[in-house]
């Protein structure tokens, strides 16, 4: 078969090819170092984040509860919360002893009770809390800790204070719940199942790759690489975590797992087959490296840059989530690249021959069907056929994404028989699902409290409310209990407590919660309380305003990240149009990816909706690994089309890059599909979605609508560039012989 032409890789190429394999051995122990200084000197574990921490800036939401518990001196919202629940009804000395630990907490009799600053006991005894849907079935108690208390600190306080003051058999503990416990149950489960991903994708690495080149070395190369990668990737992001503002999500990690080592795994493939090829045309293990090294590694370079840009492009984002993922995704694709092209082909360069042990070298080409396939997808009706049939298919598919919804998952992300999820399974049994996390409202203005038929009218209007199951307006509660709970003893101010009827930080709690804070200034006036200041607290009203600041990020996030890739691809394959198609066909793919994440998750499964995250970041990354195709597959294309026609280059290329496309694609996608491991809600929405999406791009896009689309506009494509013409047909000597390639 034909060797690769020199005039198709740069001068700059060969040398940094020459360069590394001379150093071989240098660059294995160069990185050997590097991971033993990071292990040493970098943090193993990264700062979390929360819900509020990721709110949008100038919150109003967290702004209120601010005032609020100032205006008050304490606080009424509460993230933490024991559940005591029996459905024959809890004991009347059951009940009362509710009460009894509360104030024995606030009077300081109650023991050591760590950092509980407060215990707030509710019943849904008859006539007690107007939300109630059972009477006398359930009692909570919401725990108010001490400034400065951590998260796990304040879950650990409440466990704790529910073992020692509610023991007794008639007491019916049920757990500890609240969107508090809930981050500390996810955070939890995470970590316990962190081993079992890990083993999991590096199990699959090794499969695919073992598989693809029928040896037991090659893999091993592989694994060495992408584990190197992944532990210098984890440890410097954790570095750079500690400075970025509010911390990194947990949810951070499996992602970055699945990301570096199924695309170090993908770059590894590459360089595995072109290694392959040199060897099997007679050239010594070093000349091979060397070639491999130059045909690949810039193809690699430009690939990874592709997707750390894109990453990066979250940046533009007003919202604090998705400026702390933007940089620790790039920063890992980077350390993943450079990690590639250096000690990939050194251990290329030291194992040569050895790399395809048992079965050895053989000399075999592209499947002959394969060949086939690619001489008639170069015909133009049947490009017109297979792209027309492509482009319909994917469209149909995108429709349902304008039915997605998005909304926060703490607990209804959780397993359904954890702790957290049972024990707010249990409060909504005898209240509303709501009750776990209230939207507080607060009043404030002159005498706003002096005037008890106003605020009852107020509270009767918000019972009226959709999705408004219940309201603690001052009213409800005896007028020695109100004062100073719930209406200042100024009178200046009056706050309600209104509890959903669906979970607290879905989308249509969300929906909800926005549309009582639009009508709000009508129902103050109905209520003969207009010109009053009021605003809306809790975590369903953060959790609002973060789908909102996602929604107004879409725009910017989305440009920016089409620009870059479209730059690079511009670059890269020095045209301007084609990179445009190749775009155009990488959205198409992820709309239908995206309308299929809504018609399982949603439609066929009965989910609320999705996590607010999962289909934007899941959107940034499969719009960068679909250029990081486009740069492998059309890369080579276009390279060969400077030497011949543009339907002859893809009648020759095709079959050689489609082996290495399908093993990638299979691998990335497979890595991506190990998420689902994690029994968390998003964590199998991102699965899904990546899983589905990567396949799509390197089954459906990457190998029948983009040689369609490039068949069909011929030399045309490369515009401004001019390809040779004319686009003669193809004999059989056009074909590609059986020699082996660097995809094959």
């Known amino acids: 078969m034909r060797s690769w032409r020199k005039s198709e890789v740069g001068a700059v190429s060969r040398a940094y090819a020459w360069l590394v394999v001379k150093l071989r051995w240098f660059v294995v122990l160069a990185w050997a170092v590097a991971g033993v200084a990071a292990a040493v000197w970098l943090p193993a574990t990264l700062p979390n984040a929360g819900l509020r921490g990721f709110a949008p800036p100038h919150s109003h939401a967290i702004s209120t509860e601010v005032t609020s518990a100032k205006a008050f001196g304490f606080p009424i919202l509460s993230r933490t919360l024991l559940v005591q629940h029996d459905d024959h009804g809890l004991s009347e000395a059951a009940q009362k002893r509710v009460a009894e630990r509360a104030v024995a907490v606030a009077k300081g009799r109650a023991g050591d009770v760590g950092p509980i600053a407060a215990a707030v006991p509710i019943v849904n005894a008859r006539g007690v809390f107007p939300s109630s849907s059972k009477q006398g079935t359930t009692a909570l108690t919401y725990i108010v800790t001490k400034p400065g208390t951590s998260f796990s600190e304040e879950v650990t306080a409440a466990q704790t204070f529910g073992r020692q003051q509610m023991n007794r058999p008639d007491d019916h503990l049920v757990g500890v719940t609240g969107t508090v416990p809930a981050q500390v149950a996810q955070t939890r489960i995470l970590y316990s199942h962190l081993w079992l991903l890990e083993a999991a994708t590096l199990a ?26 992944y532990f210098l990737a984890v440890r410097t992001t954790n570095y750079v975590g500690g400075y970025l503002n509010g911390g990194v999500p947990e949810e951070l990690k499996p992602l970055v797992l699945a990301l570096v080592l199924g695309i170090v795994t993908d770059y590894a493939i590459f360089f595995l087959s072109s290694m392959r090829t040199g060897l099997v045309q007679g050239q010594d293990r070093l000349t091979a490296a060397k070639t491999a090294t130059a045909q690949t590694g810039r193809i690699v370079v430009v690939a990874g840059i592709a997707v750390a840009a894109g990453s990066a492009a979250m940046l533009v984002a007003r919202s604090g989530f998705f400026r702390a993922f933007g940089p620790v995704l790039a920063l890992s694709v980077l350390t993943a690249v450079v990690v590639s092209v250096t000690l990939l082909p050194a251990l290329l360069a030291i194992f040569g021959r050895a790399l395809f042990w048992p079965t050895g070298l053989k000399r075999e080409g592209a499947p002959r069907l394969v060949r086939l396939a690619a001489r008639v997808l170069t015909v133009r009706v049947v490009a017109f056929v297979l792209a027309g049939a492509c482009i319909v298919g994917l469209a149909m598919l995108s429709t349902a994404a304008s039915r997605m919804r998005l909304g926060v998952t703490f607990v209804a992300a959780l397993p359904a028989d954890s702790q957290s999820h049972v024990a707010a399974d249990a409060a909504a049994a005898g209240f509303a ?34 999705g408004v199951a219940g309201v603690l307006s001052p009213s409800a509660l005896p007028e020695d209990l109100a004062q100073g709970a719930l209406v200042t003893r100024a009178g200046d101010a009056a706050r309600f407590l209104v509890i959903l009827d669906h979970d607290p930080l879905g989308p249509t709690a969300i929906s909800d919660v926005n549309r009582l804070s639009t009508t709000m200034p009508k129902l103050l006036r109905q209520a003969g309380l207009g010109g009053l200041d009021f605003g809306l607290a809790g975590d369903t009203a953060v959790a609002g305003e973060l789908v909102d600041a996602t929604n107004a990020d879409l725009l910017r996030i989305a440009i920016a990240v089409l620009l870059t890739n479209l730059i690079l691809l511009m670059v890269f394959l020095r045209a301007v149009l084609a990179p445009v198609l190749l775009l155009a066909c990488s959205v ?34 499969l719009l960068s690994l679909g250029s990081d195709y486009n740069i492998y597959g059309v890369g080579h294309v276009w390279s060969r089309a400077n030497h011949t026609t543009l339907r002859r280059a893809l009648a020759e290329r095709i079959p050689e890059t489609s082996g290495a496309i399908t093993a990638a694609g299979l691998t990335l996608a497979a890595s991506f599909g190990m998420l689902a491991l994690v029994p968390l809600r998003q964590f199998r929405e991102l699965a899904f979605l990546m899983g589905l999406g990567v396949l799509l791009d390197a089954f459906v896009v990457r190998t029948i609508l983009v040689p369609s689309v490039l068949t069909l506009l011929g030399r045309f494509s490369a515009w401004p560039r001019r390809l040779p013409e004319p686009d003669v047909g193809l004999s059989p000597a056009g074909l590609p012989s059986a020699a082996p390639s660097p995809g094959s």
């Open 204 to 229: 699959v690495v090794i499969g695919i790759v073992a598989l693809k080149f029928r040896s037991v070395v090659a893999p091993l190369v592989a694994l060495l690489t992408a584990a190197a990668s």
């Open 433 to 466: 699902a709501g009750i776990i996390a209230p939207t507080e409202l607060l009043l404030q203005g002159s005498k706003v409290g002096s005037d008890q038929q106003k605020l009852t009218r107020l509270g009767q209007e918000l019972e009226r409310q959709p």
């Open 588 to 621: 198409l793919a992820l709309a239908a990816s995206l309308g299929c994440l809504t018609l399982v998750f949603h439609d066929r499964l009965g989910h609320d909706g999705v996590t607010f995250y999962v289909p934007f970041a899941a959107s940034v990354l």
